[in-house]
């Protein structure tokens, strides 16, 4: 047994809205390796509560970050986890103040403010990570050990599902294009183009060409799981639709709603089709294959065991994404999510937006 005594890191957390307190705060709980010595918010009231439930005594409450990265120098990293907007602008603030980052999904608006993470990582040395915890999921680690072990064969047509019926987030800013960058596109489809990217573990597109729609977000009678949208603040689409084409001729087909008249549901998945296998995720994690000239579907059992990809029994994937970020600032494992990964993955969605605006397919060289 290794009886080995992890040291404590320090963190501080800056944004306290949902998706902190949805997933992010209560798995550096579970995990107890990581310690929150500061919390930031914009709304003073926020940080403190979080402060509360998941920080020590002495932990500090700030309403700005420049003024937490000035005075907090024992704290070795920092969770990003504000509106898009400000993604690009407080991550590279706190590498360039020392600090590793975890920084929330999607990576940033734009390719440009993306791009400025990465080099800012390169140049300062610090680790930079991005929150697409779906890659965590039992089934997303199970299909990944199998295309990296061929079973698939040379993947050369994915799907990216990032489709609900009607359940428009009506909290927060999720409506506001200027803060968000986009609707369910960047919100959703982020999540199912990073899995399909990363199944194929491919990350260079040739061109693009996307339509996007707002057609629903005007209706009043919503039908919405989570109540009626305000339609004069829906700014962003409702639904998205992109056409990726690789420079190995590989195509990936993008579709992303939150308010879509379909009952085909899908959300986080992605299916595959190889030369020697397929897979989705659609009645669970099935890989469809041809063996004794007989059409064959395999359903691994993930519910009764973890899984070999990662050491240890079967954890939540939040949980998971806590450990490997753990792993890489304090015991120099490797990241699962690397930036260069996330990069692409702003750098398509943008161009969908580009595409739909201008009507044209946008090339990258």
Same mark, same amino acid.
């Given at each position: 047994?290794?009886?080995?005594? $992890?040291?404590?890191?320090?963190?501080?957390?800056?944004?306290?809205?949902?998706? !902190?307190?949805?997933?992010?705060?209560?798995?550096?709980?579970?995990?107890?390796?990581?310690? #929150?010595? !500061?919390?930031?918010?914009?709304?003073?009231?926020? /940080? &403190?509560?979080?402060?509360?439930?998941?920080?020590?005594?002495?932990?500090?409450?700030?309403?700005?970050?420049?003024?937490?990265?000035?005075? $907090?120098?024992?704290?070795?990293?920092?969770?990003?986890?504000?509106?898009?907007?400000?993604?690009? #602008?407080?991550?590279?603030?706190?590498?360039?103040?020392?600090?590793?980052?975890?920084? $929330?999904?999607?990576? !940033?608006?734009?390719?440009?403010? !993306?791009?400025?993470?990465?080099?800012?990582?390169?140049?300062?040395?610090?680790?930079?990570?991005?929150?697409?915890?779906?890659?965590?999921?039992? @089934?997303?680690?199970? =299909?990944?050990?199998?295309?990296?072990?061929?079973?698939?064969?040379? +993947?050369?047509?994915?799907?990216?599902?990032?489709?609900?019926?009607?359940?428009?987030?009506?909290?927060?800013?999720?409506?506001?294009?200027?803060?968000?960058?986009?609707?369910?596109?960047?919100?959703?489809?982020?999540?199912?183009?990073?899995?399909? =990217?990363?199944?194929?573990?491919?990350?260079?597109?040739?061109?693009?060409?996307?339509? &996007?729609?707002?057609?629903?977000?005007?209706?009043t009678n919503t039908g919405n799981a989570w109540? @009626?949208w305000d339609r004069d603040k829906f700014t962003?689409? @409702?639904?998205?639709?992109?056409?990726?084409?690789?420079?190995?001729?590989?195509?990936?087909?993008?579709?992303?709603?939150?308010?879509?008249?379909?009952?085909?549901?899908?959300?986080?998945?992605?299916?595959?089709?190889?030369?020697?296998?397929?897979?989705?995720?659609?009645?669970?994690?099935?890989?469809?294959?041809?063996?004794?000239?007989?059409?064959?579907?395999?359903?691994? /059992?993930?519910?009764?065991?973890?899984?070999?990809?990662?050491?240890?029994?079967?954890?939540?994937?939040?949980?998971? $994404?806590?450990? &490997?970020?753990?792993?890489?600032?304090?015991?120099?494992?490797?990241?699962?999510?690397?930036?260069?990964?996330?990069?692409? &993955?702003?750098?398509?969605?943008?161009? +969908?937006?580009?595409?739909?605006?201008?009507?044209?397919?946008?090339?990258?060289?």
């Amino acid at each position: 047994m290794d009886r080995r005594i $992890e040291r404590k890191l320090k963190v501080a957390v800056i944004g306290c809205g949902g998706i !902190a307190n949805g997933k992010h705060l209560p798995a550096i709980k579970k995990n107890g390796n990581i310690v #929150i010595e !500061a919390f930031c918010d914009l709304i003073e009231e926020r /940080a &403190v509560k979080a402060k509360n439930e998941y920080g020590t005594e002495e932990a500090r409450v700030y309403t700005d970050y420049t003024v937490l990265l000035e005075k $907090e120098e024992e704290i070795e990293a920092v969770y990003v986890l504000t509106p898009n907007k400000s993604h690009s #602008i407080i991550s590279i603030a706190a590498m360039k103040a020392g600090k590793h980052v975890m920084c $929330e999904k999607p990576m !940033a608006k734009t390719y440009k403010e !993306a791009k400025a993470m990465v080099d800012t990582a390169k140049e300062t040395g610090k680790i930079l990570t991005i929150g697409y915890q779906n890659r965590y999921r039992t @089934d997303s680690a199970y =299909l990944k050990s199998a295309c990296e072990n061929d079973d698939l064969g040379e +993947i050369y047509y994915g799907k990216a599902h990032a489709i609900r019926r009607r359940a428009v987030p009506t909290w927060g800013v999720f409506l506001d294009e200027e803060e968000q960058g986009g609707g369910p596109l960047i919100d959703i489809g982020t999540h199912a183009l990073d899995l399909t =990217l990363w199944m194929m573990n491919n990350y260079e597109p040739e061109c693009v060409l996307g339509s &996007v729609y707002k057609k629903l977000g005007n209706q009043t009678n919503t039908g919405n799981a989570w109540g @009626d949208w305000d339609r004069d603040k829906f700014t962003v689409e @409702d639904s998205a639709f992109g056409f990726i084409k690789m420079k190995n001729g590989a195509t990936i087909n993008l579709e992303a709603s939150w308010a879509l008249n379909s009952l085909e549901v899908d959300e986080a998945k992605t299916s595959l089709c190889g030369t020697k296998a397929g897979a989705d995720m659609k009645d669970g994690l099935r890989i469809n294959y041809v063996k004794y000239n007989k059409q064959c579907i395999e359903k691994p /059992a993930l519910d009764a065991a973890g899984v070999a990809f990662y050491d240890g029994a079967a954890e939540e994937a939040p949980d998971i $994404e806590q450990k &490997v970020f753990y792993n890489a600032v304090v015991n120099g494992k490797e990241l699962v999510v690397k930036p260069e990964q996330a990069l692409v &993955v702003t750098q398509i969605l943008e161009a +969908i937006y580009e595409s739909a605006r201008t009507g044209k397919a946008v090339y990258f060289e």
